[in-house]
C-alpha cells in the first residue's frame, strides 16, 4: 500500500544513498531518479505477489516476442497505474517539486521505430491491466531509435543515450543468462541406439544477460515482466583461449558481444538485410526459448504438453527464427523425434502480419543464414522439405504453387512463409488488412489452410494516451460518465448524449483550447515559431514514408498558399499545419520530403502578407513523450496514406479518443473508424484499396494527365523544380519532382497515387474547413469522435487474442493488507 510519509521519506534517502546529497543539492536528473526508485519499491512488492500467484495458479503464459518495445516513459504511466499519482504528486509539492518536470527528466526508452513497437507497448500494459500472465521479449539496445535533430531543415540523427544516467526501471537478472552460439558447423554422431545427434562445433558464443522491467497493470496489482536481453563476451571462455594462443577468436567473440545490441535498426515498414540483424534476430530468440523451457521445466515434467502452459506471438516475421529454435532444443536438448517436436512446435507459435508492402519481406540469402545458423539451417530445410511434399499433396504436379509458398526458394529463406507453414495462427491488424491478406498476398496459403487466418484490429491503451497524456479531458469524461472507461472503454459511448449539450460542448472544446495552449507554448519554446491556438490545430505526426504520403500534405499547403497569394480577400479560417516524423537514416527521399516540408514553412511563415493565416511546424524528435501531448491537443487528424498500404495505423485511434476528427482514406483502422463514428463525423476522400490495387495490375496510371490538365497542380509541381522553396537552387527537390512525374527511371510514376488524390484531398479540406466555422457542429462531432472509440482500446484486442488464439487463464492477484 501506498504511503505518503514513507515515499517522501525513501525519496530522501534515496538521493543520499545514490548522490551522498541532500534532496537541496540534488540535480533534477537525480530527484527523478530518488522518486523512481522509491516508486520502484512500491513496484517490487507487487511484483513478487504477482510472481508467487503465477507459480500457485499456474497459469498460461504468453511470451509476445517483438524486436520493438516503444514504451514511452515509465514513471507517470507507473504512478498512475499504481493509483498513487495524486499522492505522488502532492508530496512531491510538499518537497517543493513538480511532478511535471520531474516527468520530464525521464528519457523516453525508445526501444522502437513507430506503430509495430508501439502495439507491443500497449498490449503489454493490456495484458497486465486484464491479468493475464505474459513476458514480453525484447533486445536491451544500447542505442534506441536516434535522436531527430533538424539543422537548416535537414534531419540530422544523434545517438540516443537513454542508458546514460542508469535508468531506474530495470532489474538486472545475471541469474538468468544464457549462453547463445553462432556459427562454426554441425557434427553428426550416431549414439548407441542408433539416433542422430548434432553437435554444433567451433561457434562463437555470447552470453544473454536479461534485463527485467515491471509492467504494472491498473488498480489490480499485476506486475508483469517485459524482459529485454544485453549481450556480454563470455569471460572465461575468453581466458581459456588466451591460454590455447587462440587470441583471435576471444577477440572477435568480445566484439560479437559488443555490437549485437549496440543499436535498433531505424527502418520503419523496410528490411535491409543486414547479418547483423539476423544476429540480433537470433540473439534474443534464442535466450527467450531457452527460458521459457527451463520456466516450464521447473514446475512440468512432460514436455510434450509445453503448448499448454506457453505460447509464443511472433511480432512481424522478425522473431520467426524461434520456430526452429524450438524445435532444436526439443531435438537436441530434449531428445525428441521430429514429429514430436513439430507438434508441440506448431501448437506454440502463431504470428501476426504488419504489411504487404514488398520491400519489408524478409528474405535471408541461403550463403548468409546457413553460415550465421548452421543447425537452424538444416532445421527450416526440413520444414521446407516436408511442407514442399504437402503442396504436392494437395496440388499435384503444381510447380506454381510450390514456386510461390516454399519456404527456401531461388536462394532465399523466406521469413513469412515459415511462419505461415508453422504456426496454428496468423493474423492481420485490420479488417481490410486482413481481408487483402486472404485475398491477395498470401492467397495461396489462405487456400490451403483457411483455419489459420483470423484479424486482430490493433487498439491503444486509454491509460496512456488519455488518462496520462490528456489529463483535463479524462477528468471531464470520468465526471459525466464515472471511471469505467479506464478499464473498459465501451463505456465511453455513454457521452454521446451529451454530444448535442451546448454546456458539455462548450467544457469539451475548452479543454481542447487549453490544450492547444500547451503545445503552442511548446511550438514556440522549441521551434521559436508563434502559432495561433485558435487556428485548426491539423496534425499529421508518424514515420515518415512515401506510403504515409505526408508529401500529399505538404504539397496542398503548397496549394492553399498559392491560393491565398492569388486571392487574397478569399475566405479562409486559420490553419496550423503540425508535422512530426522520424526518417529512415538511409531513406533519401524521406528525408528529403522533411526538407521540403521546413522550406515550406520557412517561407509561409516569415511570409507577412499572408497574416498568418498559415502557419507550418515540424516538431523535432517525434517520441511518445510528445505525442501524447500532440493527440491532446489536435482537431484534425491527417490518415492519409495510400488505401491498400497502411495495414492498421494506431495513431489514427490516438487521435480519435482525443476528440481529433479523422481527414484519411479508407485504409487500414481508418475503415473501422469510420464504421464506429459515422461517415458524417469524419472526413474521407480518394481512391479505395480495391482501385488501388486496380491500378497496379495494370502497371500504374498517367500522372502526366492530371500535370497537364490541372494548372493549381501543375504550379505545385512547377515549384518544386522552380527554385520557390530553395532560394532559387532548382535541383534540390527535382528527386521528388520526379518521383511523381518521370517515367525515365524504372519505377513507376506517381507510385503512391499523390496527384490521383491530390484534388479529392483539397475538397475535403474545404469540408473541415465549413464544418470548423460551425463551432456546434465541429464539438459535436469532436464529442462524438471520443465517445465512439470504445473498439478501439487494446484492451479488446488482447481479450480477443485470449480468447481466439491464446486461451490464456485470468489472474488475481491477492495482496496483504
Ligand atoms: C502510435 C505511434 C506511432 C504509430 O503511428 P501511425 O500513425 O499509426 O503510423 C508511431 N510513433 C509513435 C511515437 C506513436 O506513439
Not at 52 to 75: C, H, I, N
Not at 140 to 157: D, L, S, V
Not at 602 to 620: A, H, W
Not at 688 to 699: F, H, T, W
Request: glycine content about 6%; hydrophobic content about 40%.
Amino acid at each position: 500500500m501506498f504511503n505518503k510519509e514513507t515515499f517522501k521519506k525513501s525519496v530522501k534517502d534515496n538521493v543520499k544513498t545514490l548522490y551522498r546529497r541532500t534532496l537541496e543539492e540534488a540535480t533534477p536528473q537525480q530527484v527523478f531518479q530518488a522518486v523512481s526508485y522509491a516508486v520502484k519499491d512500491v513496484i517490487i512488492d507487487d511484483w513478487l505477489a504477482t510472481q508467487k500467484t503465477y507459480e500457485q495458479e499456474d497459469p498460461k503464459t504468453v511470451y509476445y516476442m517483438s524486436m520493438e518495445f516503444l514504451m514511452g516513459r515509465a514513471l507517470g504511466n507507473n504512478l498512475l497505474n499504481l493509483m498513487a499519482y495524486d499522492q505522488v504528486r502532492e508530496a512531491l509539492e510538499e518537497l517543493g517539486f513538480d511532478l511535471n518536470a520531474i516527468e520530464d527528466q525521464e528519457p523516453d526508452p525508445a526501444l522502437g521505430n513507430g506503430g509495430l513497437g508501439r502495439l507491443a507497448a500497449c498490449f503489454l500494459d493490456s495484458l497486465a491491466t486484464l491479468g493475464y500472465s505474459a513476458y514480453g521479449c525484447g533486445i536491451r539496445y544500447r542505442y534506441g531509435m536516434f535522436k531527430q535533430k533538424i539543422e537548416n531543415g535537414y534531419q540530422i540523427e544523434v545517438p540516443d543515450q537513454w542508458l546514460k544516467d542508469g535508468y531506474p526501471f530495470e532489474l538486472r537478472r545475471p541469474e538468468y543468462a544464457k549462453e547463445v552460439k553462432f556459427g562454426g558447423y554441425v557434427r553428426v554422431e550416431m549414439e548407441p541406439n542408433g539416433k542422430m545427434k548434432f553437435i554444433q562445433e567451433n561457434y562463437q558464443s555470447v552470453l544473454a544477460i536479461p534485463f527485467d522491467m515491471p509492467i504494472v497493470g491498473y488498480n489490480n496489482h499485476v506486475v508483469n515482466t517485459l524482459r529485454i536481453w544485453d549481450a556480454e563476451a563470455i569471460n572465461n571462455f575468453q581466458l581459456d583461449k588466451f591460454d590455447k594462443g587462440e587470441y583471435h577468436q576471444a577477440v572477435e567473440q568480445e566484439n560479437l558481444a559488443k555490437t549485437i545490441v549496440e543499436v535498433l535498426y531505424p527502418n520503419d515498414n523496410h528490411y535491409a538485410g543486414k547479418e547483423l540483424r539476423l544476429k540480433q534476430q537470433y540473439f534474443f530468440i534464442s535466450a527467450s526459448v531457452q527460458a521459457a523451457i527451463e520456466k516450464y521445466k521447473k514446475k512440468h515434467s512432460d514436455i510434450h504438453k509445453f503448448y499448454e502452459k506457453v505460447t509464443f506471438q511472433l511480432n512481424d516475421t522478425h522473431p520467426t527464427v524461434a520456430i526452429a529454435e524450438l524445435m532444436r532444443i526439443l531435438m537436441d536438448e530434449e531428445g525428441l523425434e521430429w514429429d514430436e517436436a513439430w507438434e508441440i512446435t506448431t501448437k506454440t507459435c502463431a504470428y501476426t502480419n504488419h504489411t504487404i508492402m514488398a520491400e519489408a519481406l524478409e528474405k535471408w540469402p541461403i550463403e548468409l543464414f546457413s553460415k550465421l545458423l548452421p543447425r537452424i539451417y538444416q532445421i527450416i530445410e526440413e520444414i521446407n522439405r516436408r511442407f514442399i511434399m504437402e503442396i504436392q499433396q494437395k496440388y499435384p504436379g503444381n510447380q506454381e504453387k510450390i514456386k510461390k509458398m516454399a519456404i527456401i526458394y531461388d536462394g532465399q529463406v523466406k521469413m513469412a512463409h515459415l511462419a505461415i507453414a508453422s504456426g496454428y495462427s496468423v493474423n492481420g491488424v485490420a479488417k481490410l488488412h486482413t481481408e487483402i491478406l486472404k485475398n491477395q498476398e498470401l492467397k495461396d496459403f489462405y487456400e490451403m489452410m483457411p483455419w489459420k487466418f483470423n484479424n486482430k484490429t490493433n487498439g491503444i491503451t486509454q491509460r496512456r494516451f488519455l488518462l496520462h497524456g490528456n489529463q483535463p479531458l479524462a477528468s471531464w469524461v470520468t465526471d459525466h460518465i464515472g471511471k469505467e472507461w479506464i478499464t473498459d472503454l465501451p463505456q465511453i459511448s455513454r457521452l454521446k448524449v451529451y454530444a448535442d449539450d451546448e454546456k458539455a460542448q462548450q467544457e469539451f472544446m475548452n479543454i481542447k483550447y487549453q490544450n492547444k495552449l500547451r503545445l503552442a507554448k511548446y511550438i514556440y519554446e522549441h521551434n521559436g515559431i508563434e502559432v495561433d491556438p485558435r487556428s485548426i490545430f491539423d496534425v499529421q505526426v508518424k514515420r515518415l514514408h512515401e506510403y504515409k504520403r505526408q508529401l500529399l500534405n505538404i504539397l496542398h499547403v503548397m496549394y492553399l498558399y498559392n491560393q491565398i497569394k492569388e486571392h487574397p480577400d478569399m475566405e479562409f479560417y486559420p490553419r496550423t499545419f503540425i508535422f512530426g516524423a522520424k526518417a529512415a537514416a538511409g531513406y533519401r527521399r524521406a528525408k528529403l520530403t522533411i526538407k521540403l516540408i521546413n522550406a515550406v514553412a520557412d517561407v509561409v511563415n516569415n511570409d507577412t502578407s499572408i497574416g498568418g493565416k498559415i502557419k507550418v511546424v515540424f516538431i523535432e524528435d517525434y517520441r511518445v513523450s510528445n505525442a501524447e501531448m500532440i493527440f491532446a491537443a489536435a482537431d484534425v487528424s491527417e490518415q492519409i496514406s495510400t488505401a491498400s498500404k497502411e495495414a492498421s495505423g494506431t495513431s489514427n485511434m490516438k487521435f480519435m479518443l482525443n476528440g481529433a476528427i479523422t481527414l484519411g482514406t479508407m485504409d487500414g483502422a481508418n475503415v473501422e473508424i469510420v464504421e464506429e463514428v459515422g461517415e458524417e463525423n469524419a472526413f474521407i476522400f480518394g481512391l479505395r484499396s480495391d482501385e488501388v490495387i486496380q491500378y497496379e495490375k495494370n502497371g500504374g496510371y498517367y500522372p502526366m494527365d492530371i500535370f497537364n490538365n490541372d494548372q493549381d497542380i501543375r504550379k505545385v509541381l512547377m515549384q518544386l523544380i522552380n527554385g520557390t522553396y530553395a532560394n532559387g537552387d532548382m535541383e534540390m527537390f527535382r528527386d521528388i519532382y520526379d518521383s511523381l512525374l518521370n517515367t525515365k527511371s524504372s519505377e513507376r510514376a506517381d507510385t503512391y497515387f499523390i496527384l490521383k488524390d491530390f484534388k479529392p484531398y483539397a475538397e475535403a479540406h474545404r469540408q473541415v474547413e465549413a464544418a470548423y466555422r460551425d463551432e456546434k457542429r465541429w464539438a459535436k462531432m469532436a464529442i462524438l469522435n471520443t465517445a465512439s472509440c470504445g473498439k478501439f482500446t487494446s484492451d479488446r484486442t488482447i481479450q480477443q487474442y485470449v480468447d481466439e488464439i491464446w486461451h490464456l487463464d485470468k489472474v488475481q492477484i491477492v495482496t496483504e493488507g
